[in-house]
């Protein structure tokens, strides 16, 4: 039963494409937002006799380029990557393995979501008595909270996702329009846009993809999870603050400002290369996933912080990213946080990381507050730099806390969400949907939870 | 018959391996009789292990996992039947069995009413190029499942696929075939696309097996052509039709590989129960429930299994009837 579900889980992973990592979203299981490649198991050439021998899982693309440059300069340890899927497909091995005992990788990426679920079934090695905290200072602070437990550092945090609007200029001035500052401004501007051209839309609205409604609600200061270990949690989706997020965004879709189609979908790609999307509110490795995608508007993008609840405050959302934990069970704990460290910690390791061919946004600050970053230009955003903007909401980020059933709350956000797209339900109506069906997952996990 | 002869079922063998130790037929030595009895059973050996381990044994799991539970806080405990009465009033779970359903009785009859029309063209001889087109016909179950599914997947994309747009220039415009509407005929036409051409092979080898002097007393008797077909030739090859209803039916209530690649690229479009084994594999992998699963894989095999020993007994009567 397991390795037929595990050869399925394979083959929908394997069928992720390079436009986002979505694709692995089957009914079940939604995938990391980093892109996925599906590559087996690839052995590293310049391994020397001797070396210490570590497995590390991992999908996202560049790793190999990464894990070869780790083995030519530690030649005393020897890494060998294996994608075994990206995000729910690879979890489900490693719990699996965990819960068996036997075939757990020395390192594995997890995105910071699923941390606490490894957590909480002993799965993941401390690192500080490995030297960890030396990191702290290099690593941006929401992200160093995500991976931290009391005193304790479960991972290396690695790339993030901040969020900005990413918005199409040459369209934003035909009509007049300057990227919004507030989300009341937002709305008015998305009723404006749609009045003056009844085929536009401001932006779409995909909670489907329901990685992006959270960070949204992070921005937005309604995350809805409260979570510090043991066995009390909070799960919140109907209180007033997020009630009134749901109808402020089921208000635009109502009045038909805001458009609603799959993210990462092809009409998705299309729409914004037409003029159909005048904006994507998406996260600082988004770009990078657009350029194959678009062509016309090429050139013509900007980005420009997202609009916030009101014009004083200043609260970034994160989108994504990933973490290298040490997994409980390996050989060598010592080499493998040695590799963790410096993979997620090091220039070396960064230079590749967020060159073109990985495309990834450093947690790493070094690298993120280095000119070399936030000056760069690509040719999707003509000479204008968008790093700077993603890189300056990086220190704004919210923290939050992730509940230790992310698996399964993204699993269900697919399906409760689904009407959304449809037309067939209200987002409001979705989110009393999605607490019911929460809460008594939690419950019947046994644990204690306030509402 | 008197005499010492060799029981009639004795198999070959056994009765070398008594001439060989030099003991007479019928008065073999309990060792000879006895190795004799067992040959067959070393050939069936390899499947009955086979079956044992792979087909058995993982049901034997899945029944005994399905009397746990296993929550995050507090591991596993022994729970009876709690995970079947959880299964059994999931208004998901059996809104995906009637969806099965559904898809079950029309995908059948209209993959089996294809497949004979068209045995039935290539057994007359009506077609030129006759081997040629079979073997066309034949190519979409050569296509894997999933590559099919995601095939269909780009064709069907709406308003840039090109049957989008043929459905627009037809005058629908705004086709989603994705839409709740529309989603489970589109399953149904992907699956007809599969497996027609594998009905049909199997129903044309059937038909060429009928006796040719059956076909020409028809003829002489004066009967048209739709005559000899539905009345003499349908019947003849009946036993073919029961098995491929058979197969069908199994492959049809276990629907997964279609809707779940479909989800892949329109995850709006299938369901967390979207039908019973997706269901199964949604609360095991996707929600970690393995005992909840293991509950509704169950169930659904026992409700497959009512419905495959219901539609035998039924056959078996109106054949015993007719």
Known sequence: MLSTTAVTAVTVGALAACGGGTASQAAAPASSTTTSAASAASKSSSCTPGATPLTFWGWAPGYQQVVDEFNKTHPDICVTLEDNGAGVAEYTKLTAALHAGAGTPDVAEVEYLELPSL??????????????????????????????????????????????????????????????????????????????????????????????????????????????????????????????????????????????TSDFSPIFWKNLDSGVDAS????????????????????????????????????????????????????YPKQAAEFAEWYGGSMASWKILSSPAAGAFPGYTPLLNSSSLTNATIPLSGTSKPNQVFSSTAAHVASIQWPPFMTEALTEGQSVFAGVLNGTETVPQAFQAYQSALVSYAQAQGFTVSQ | MAGVTAPPSRPMLGGFLTRATGTGPGTGSRWARLAGDHRGLLFVAPFILFFLAFMLAPVGYAIYTSLFTSKLIGGTRFSWFANYSQVLTSGEFWAGVERVLVFWVIQVPVTLALAFFFAVIFDLGLAKLGRF????????????????SVMWSFLLVPDFGPYARLAAALGFRGTNYF???????????IVVWEFTGYNMIILYTALKAVPKDVLYAAAIDGAPLWKVILKVKLPMIRPAVVMLIFLNTIGALQLFTEPMILATFQPQAISFGFTPTIFVYNTSIGNGEYNLGAAAAVVLGLVIFAISVGSRAFFRRKREAA
């Open chain 2, 179 to 189: 839409s709740p509407g529309l989603i489970l005929p589109t399953v149904i036409v």
């Open chain 1, 280 to 331: 994507w509110l998406n996260a600082a490795w988004s770009p990078a996933d657009m350029a194959p995608n678009l062509s016309k508007t090429s050139g013509d993008w900007r980005a420009a912080a997202l609009p916030q609840e009101s014009a004083s405050s200043d609260v970034a959302g994160s989108w994504g990213g990933s973490t290298f934990a040490v997994v409980k069970g390996t050989k």
């Open chain 2, 133 to 148: 087109f079979r073997l066309v016909f034949f190519l979409p179950f050569a296509v894997p499942a999933v590559v099919a």
């Open chain 1, 119 to 260: 957590e909480i079934v002993n799965g993941l090695v401390n690192l500080v008595p490995y030297g960890a905290d030396a990191y702290k200072s290099d690593i941006v602070p929401f992200a160093w909270g995500q991976v931290s437990q009391g005193s304790a550092v479960y991972s290396m945090p690695g790339d993030i996702g901040p969020m900005a609007f990413y918005y199409n200029t040459s369209l934003l001035s035909k009509y007049h329009i300057t990227p919004p500052t507030t989300w009341a401004q937002f709305a008015a501007d998305a009723a404006a846009l749609h009045k003056a051209d009844p085929s536009a839309y401001l932006a779409n609205f995909d909670p489907v993809e329901t990685q992006w409604l959270y960070a949204l609600m992070q921005e937005a200061g309604v995350f809805p999870f409260k979570y510090s270990g043991g066995t009390n949690v909070t799960i919140d989706f109907t209180g007033s603050a997020q009630m009134a997020f749901a109808n402020y965004w089921q208000s635009l879709i109502s009045a038909g400002d805001i458009n609603h």
